[in-house]
């Protein structure tokens, strides 16, 4: 029944076979009782066979038998459903899984990787390092083995720079014999720091390193943890949502005046520039409105995002031994993409570098796409042409076919505030054939759904072709608002998958909230969301009851549910209400022993069994389920144990640092320029490249914005490998009475692409 099944929809959608994400829908449908398990299987396995064996191509037997095991012995499958459901999931990555026999013991299992032998800590393996194994011109070389105390990387796009990094931070350990704790690696954003702890993992071949990888706000959270004593927050102290600092800026403002409630987002992007560093227009009493909403924070035992930063260089500023301990702890500190180092970040180093700390960064001022928050792309100059640094250019770009190094390099040099740099193209391609036409391509289209068409298309050809896979194509954004929705339609009307993201999207924050009730049972303030996911069951009538009863930012959850347990009325969704209060209520305490990914999918298959779950609810679960995922993506990259407090943390500084938490394993990557810095994907398609989208409108009335526009359109272009399509079309609102120049806009900076 279930083989017959099965090969019905394989027929009827013979596609889902080259897709992760519909490949787990499938999954789903088949096994609907175990829905949680096998998805949470699935999803382990996901990072597990990726960071274990670097690619899914390298899929073997033995990592088949054991998914296969486990499906039977934890999800009670038959060995014929677990092995079709193994079968299937592994020809999600366009594998042929080699089928065998069950009964293989675990010893017999292929270790994935080698250990060698030379990783015990401390251990000095040799004087020299072996260039051939890791192959690195003379100039990464000389980087990756330098002794100098400060060590500057300048180069472009592709050109090795977060490898040196990386390879820098093996020789460290390997040949010089440092120990991995004594070595903090600084990057901005989450999958950047987990891309560089993977890559350590792979080079010095043990999960066992203790190497500090952090973004800066992961970084600031730690030491405020650390050092919760000198700050006056509890050690719990948490990370306010969104709604949160909403709710306690919109209580600050009213202890000011009716007249600036309405001017709350102006407050809000005032106090997040003050913490940042960013020069602020005068508002009235911006200063006190600015203490006020602190301490009210501080009453709540929160922080808001932007204090990962700020409240750290506070803390270094003003207690010399915090400084002292942290400059003794960490011997080597290095930082990847040093041009987005924004004023408040800059500021930590002083309290962090001490006389005796190497300090080693790579950066490219051409690629500094954060000015607009901060970033001080002067001071990666400041640092290169200081004679106290080892200051090395590296001009050979490994990333990208030589016609994308030229063109971008043509369009980069319109660019009058730059170091310049000369990029000799290197790479050889691996893609022959029909499937790539040519290098570049410039097409203009009618409307946007006709250029989201164009797109659709052009995968689906790429993707039949056979030697490409969905995750190695990238569509670029430049903003998330303005587009997508074109080629969102378009893509989903062709069946292709495509990835969704975390960041600045509301439900994450409701489900967070439910994850923090339960960590905190008497935290004050999260009661209500908690209490309505994924639906609403608290009415309004006992809303107003306990609100009549207690003052709402006051009380915890613990007794605001109590409460309302054993509330009198008998309202309509009472049994749900008390089911959950029950369920909360019990995973609560039990919730320091428990792993996230344990108390996440107790919760979501509690939320699924609730009688009669409206569409919108159930979409809310589904997309919950992506919380899952990146769960146990964190315990399986995580060093420490994996707690929920940590977990969370986690979630926000990956929130903060605005990036996708996890990009999807076989679907097409829709992202933002700005998040797709770092990344190299083998096809990259940059949509709406015209004056109002890219050059964004907004950015162009000054000649310092349009040229980091600029430069953001340069990262964009170089994440490619092998291919690069810039498409745009005519938008009938925009351009009639402009001249042809300026409605081309970047495309006439780059003429070898209109051809
Ligand atoms: P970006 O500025 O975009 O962050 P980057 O300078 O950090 O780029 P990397 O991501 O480190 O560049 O490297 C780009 C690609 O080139 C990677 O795939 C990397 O593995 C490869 N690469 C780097 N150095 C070499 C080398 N010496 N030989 C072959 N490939 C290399
Ligand atoms: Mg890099």
């Known amino acids: 029944m279930f083989t017959e099944d099965f090969a019905h929809a394989l027929e009827l959608y013979p596609h889902v076979l080259s897709s992760k ?57 038959s060995f014929e459903n677990a092995s079709w459901a193994v079968e299937t999931w592994c020809k999600g990555y366009g594998l042929q899984v080699l089928r065998k026999p069950c009964g293989i013991s675990d010893e017999e299992e292929s270790p994935q990787r080698a250990v060698q032998p030379n990783h015990v800590r401390g251990q000095v393996a040799s004087t020299k390092m072996n260039t ?41 350990i390997e040949t010089q014999g440092v120990a991995p704790e004594k070595i903090l690696a600084i990057t901005f954003t989450n999958k950047a720091a987990g891309e560089m702890r993977k890559r350590i993992y792979d080079r010095l ?119 002292n301990w942290v400059k003794s702890k960490y011997q080597h500190i290095l930082v990847d993409e040093f041009q987005d180092v924004n004023e408040m970040q800059a500021q930590i180093f002083p309290y962090i570098i001490g006389v005796d700390t190497s300090f080693f960064f790579v950066g490219d001022d051409d690629q500094c796409i954060y000015e607009w928050r901060g970033a001080r792309p002067k001071l990666l100059k400041r640092y290169a042409n200081d004679n106290r640094s080892d200051t090395i250019y590296l001009e050979d770009n490994f990333r990208s076919q030589k016609g994308i190094v030229s063109i971008s390099d043509l369009f980069i040099a319109h660019n009058s505030d730059r170091i310049p740099k000369r990029m000799n193209a290197k790479k050889h391609s691996a893609i022959t054939g029909s499937e790539i036409k040519a290098v570049t391509s410039f097409n203009r289209f009618s409307s946007d759904f006709f250029e989201a068409a164009f797109i659709a298309d052009e995968i689906s ?79 309004g009538i006992l809303y107003n009851e306990l609100k009549e009863q207690f003052d709402l930012g006051e009380i915890s959850s613990l007794e605001g549910l109590r409460f309302l347990a054993n509330c009198p009325y008998d309202f309509e969704m009472a049994s749900t209400f008390k089911a959950r209060y029950k369920l909360l209520s019990e995973l609560s305490p039990n919730s320091s022993s428990m792993k996230p990914s344990e108390i996440i999918a107790k919760l979501l298959e509690y939320y699924q069994s609730e009688d009669n779950v409206p569409a919108d609810g159930i979409s809310k679960i589904q997309k919950a389920l992506h919380i899952l995922e990146v769960a146990v993506e964190f315990e399986n990259v995580s060093d420490d144990v994996p707690k929920l407090d940590l977990f969370l943390d986690y979630i926000y500084t990956a929130l903060q640092s605005e990036n996708n938490v996890s990009i999807e394993k076989g679907a097409v990557n829709i992202i933002t320029c700005h998040k797709a810095k770092g990344l190299e994907f083998p096809i990259v398609f940059i949509p709406g490249v015209q004056v109002g989208i890219f050059p964004n409108d907004y950015f162009i009335t000054t000649a310092d914005k349009l040229e980091e526009e600029r430069r953001l359109f340069y990262v964009s272009m170089t994440r490619a490998m092998e291919r690069l399509y810039i498409t745009s079309f005519d938008d009938p609102l925009k351009g009639s009475d402009r001249s042809e120049a300026i409605r081309e806009g970047f495309i006439a900076e780059v003429p070898e692409v209109v051809q």
């Open 21 to 77: 994400k519909q490949v787990s829908a499938l999954l789903r449908d088949m096994f609907p009782t175990q829905v949680l398990q096998v998805s949470l299987l699935s999803a382990a396995y996901d990072i597990g066979i990726v960071r274990g064996i670097q690619d899914a191509h390298d899929i073997d037997k033995s990592f088949a038998y054991r998914f296969e095991k486990r499906l039977v012995e934890e999800c009670g499958l």
């Open 132 to 172: 051939a194994t890791v192959n690195l011109t003379a100039s990464q070389e000389r980087a990756v083995t330098t002794n100098s105390k400060r060590c500057v990387v300048v180069a472009g796009p592709g050109s090795g720079k977060t490898r040196v990094l990386t390879e820098r931070i093996a020789y460290l």
């Open 205 to 323: 071949a043990t999960r066992t390193t203790s190497v500090d990888v952090r973004t800066f706000h992961s970084f600031g959270l730690g030491l405020l943890r650390e050092c919760n004593e000198y700050t006056g927050l509890s050690p719990n102290f948490e990370i306010a949502s969104s709604s949160t600092v909403d709710r306690i800026l919109t209580k600050t403002l009213s202890h000011h005046g009716q007249s600036i409630i309405g001017q709350k987002n102006l407050y809000r992007k005032a106090i997040s520039n003050l913490k940042n560093g960013i020069k602020v227009a005068s508002l009235p009493e911006i200063g006190k409105v600015f203490a006020d909403y602190n301490r009210e924070l501080r009453k709540e035992d929160l922080i808001d995002l932007d204090d990962m930063v700020y409240l750290p260089v506070q803390l270094l500023s003003k207690n010399e031994d915090v400084s």
């Open 461 to 539: 050809r790429i993707i039949e072709a056979g030697k490409l896979r969905y995750d190695d194509i990238a569509i670029l954004l430049r903003s998330n608002k303005m587009q997508g929705e074109a080629i969102r339609n378009a893509l989903s009307n062709a069946e292709i998958p495509y990835s969704s993201t975390l960041s600045g999207d509301r439900l994450y924050d409701d489900f967070l909230t439910v994850l923090r009730t339960v960590k905190d049972f008497n935290k004050k303030g999260n009661l209500s969301k908690a209490i309505n996911f994924p639906t609403r069951v608290m009415d």
